[in-house]
T-cell receptor, first 113, second 114 residues
């Protein structure tokens, strides 16, 4: 069965600093991997997805993630944080399209000025 | 706007009661998924329907049930409600088996059980 572990339930950065949110997955087959963002009182919005094409995936709002099979990781990064990036971020995995995603517990990102 | 519509947005009810949450998927999407989000459990997958048929079950309680209708909208029925059922319930949709696997989420229905 697949599972996802997000290291760090809360990450705080200064505006302009590097954002790094960690995600490790467990899957018995090549996974589909996703990062979603949830702003307060809103639903989940897809940031980016990995589906076995390029290992470095670019998403919306300047975020990117790198798939590292040897480390079973899919960490999310952004070179320079903006105040508007403050939200909760979820990593998710599935083993094939058309199936439910399994989510990590989420990481709350705070950005200070 | 994801194209997934959920109603109601907020619902307050008492223990022991029954409620129904409704979801309209994106146009053309055949799969509907229900998730429960709570502070202690995070995002938990409850159940998936595909073109009217149950496809997968997650951590759904026996007091909860769902169905998907011929027009592809779905309802999640929660009965004999307990305080611990207070949560945000999300519906998501996706296309058929092909594609890249992402789900499109509605804005959720916040259930408060008093």
């Amino acid at each position: 069965a697949q599972s996802v572990t997000q290291l760090g339930s809360h990450v705080s950065v200064s505006e302009g600093a590097l954002v790094l949110l960690r995600c490790n997955y467990s899957s018995s087959v090549p996974p589909y991997l996703f990062w979603y963002v949830q702003y307060p009182n809103q639903g989940l919005q897809l940031l980016l997805k990995y589906t076995s094409a390029a290992t470095l995936v670019k998403g919306i709002n300047g975020f990117e993630a790198e798939f590292k099979k040897s480390e079973t990781s899919f960490h999310l990064t952004k070179p320079s944080a903006h105040m508007s990036d403050a939200a909760e971020y979820f990593c998710a995995v599935s083993d094939k399209a058309g199936t439910a995603l399994i989510f990590g517990k989420g990481t709350t990102l705070s950005v200070s000025s | 706007d994801s194209g997934v519509t959920q109603t109601p947005k907020h619902l307050i009810t008492a223990t022991g009661q029954r409620v129904t949450l409704r979801c309209s998927p994106r146009s053309g999407d055949l799969s509907v998924y229900w998730y429960q989000q709570s502070l202690d459990q995070g995002l938990q997958f409850l159940i998936q329907y595909y073109n009217g048929e149950e496809r997968a079950k997650g951590n759904i309680l026996e007091r909860f049930s769902a169905q998907q209708f011929p027009d592809l909208h779905s309802e999640l029925n929660l009965s004999s409600l307990e305080l611990g059922d207070s949560a945000l319930y999300f519906c998501a949709s996706s296309g058929g088996g092909a594609g890249t696997g992402e789900l499109f989420f509605g804005e959720g229905s916040r259930l408060t059980v008093l």
